[in-house]
């Protein structure tokens, strides 16, 4: 029997209706909508449409979008001196610096500038270690909306078999410490895993996160398992997840299609780090000194 395709779009857009409520709440407790400020530097197209749609998402649901355009020529001083004055903007509850940035700027400096209770793309290293160590903090979007996605499909990752292919700082090492925090017996895979295909078929919680189109072939599911493929690859024949789906479908219990699934849920988690740094703020202001 054909496993149950997750519709990513449908769940983003819930989240997306969960979150304009909360706008709506926190903008009457702050006196003001929550903020979200944006830095694209340069002038690589992929970057400016990201930006441009994430800034429309957050219209959508009533944050404030407040966007910095430097010149692609900015100099690393220059660029932390705006990180730094976003961190003390009270207007701003969230800070984005786009990536990649051009050659003559260190991002990792950039990036660990952001103050941690603004980072909603939760890639400073103070963030990565909450995470790590199951403290509250700022988590990643895109393995935030994994774990989302494994909700709407009625998984409970609690005591089960999760195997993820892929240990980046972006996808893998943060699925890593949800799926724990979960209490799932989490394995991860790389590019050095002997027998990929040996350690897949233990899954019963699949995420595929590797950047190689369709290497997760059926006969490395085990049946019934959740499949979810954060895989973009672009190809000759468009859009290709990680996971070979035609195959995965017909042994997989649930599966997230590529486009259509992990994708539109980024965005939508985005929106919710923002709200979530913005009650965090609240939170801070209201305590006694
Ligand atoms: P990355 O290149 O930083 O990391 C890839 C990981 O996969 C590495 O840890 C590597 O060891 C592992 N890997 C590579 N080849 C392998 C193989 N043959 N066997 C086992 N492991 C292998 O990539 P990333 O940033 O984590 O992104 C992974 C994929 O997810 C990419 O296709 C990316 O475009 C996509 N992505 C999608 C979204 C989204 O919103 N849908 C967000 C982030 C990333």
Do not use: W
């Amino acid at each position: 029997m054909a496993a149950t395709v997750i519709d990513g779009k449908a769940v983003a857009a819930s989240v997306r209706e969960r979150v304009r409520g909360e706008v709506e709440e926190l903008t009457a407790e702050l006196g003001r909508p929550p903020g979200l400020a944006t830095v694209l530097v340069g002038d690589d197209p992929a970057s400016a449409i990201y930006v441009r749609r994430k800034r429309e998402a957050c219209e959508e649901v009533g944050i404030r979008s407040i966007h910095h355009e430097p010149d692609g020529s900015i100099s690393q001083d220059e660029l932390l001196d705006l990180v730094r004055e976003l961190n003390e903007s009270a207007e701003v509850d969230g800070i984005l610096v786009q990536l990649p940035l051009p050659d003559q700027i260190d991002s990792a400096a950039i990036v660990n500038a952001i103050d941690p209770d603004k980072d909603v793309d939760g890639l400073t290293p103070i963030s990565a270690g909450r995470l790590a160590r199951g403290e509250p903090g700022l988590v990643p979007c895109t393995p935030q909306g994994i774990m989302e996605l494994l909700a709407s499909a009625g998984v409970d990752p609690s005591g089960k078999e999760a195997v993820i292919v892929g240990r980046s700082n972006l996808v893998g090492r943060p699925v890593f410490s949800l799926l724990l925090g979960a209490n799932a017996t989490v394995t991860i895979c790389h590019s050095r895993t002997r027998d990929l295909g040996e350690v897949c078929r233990r899954a019963e919680i699949l995420i595929a996160a590797a950047g190689q189109p369709k290497l997760v072939t059926g006969d490395m599911i085990r049946p019934g398992a959740t499949v979810i493929d954060v895989g973009t690859n672009r190809t000759d024949d468009g859009l290709v997840g990680d996971v070979d789906f035609d195959a995965a479908v017909e042994v997989a219990g649930a599966i997230t299609p590529v486009p259509g699934g992990v994708g539109p849920m980024t965005i939508a988690m985005l929106l919710a780090n923002t709200v979530q740094a913005a009650r965090g703020r609240l939170t801070v202001a209201a305590a006694p000194g």
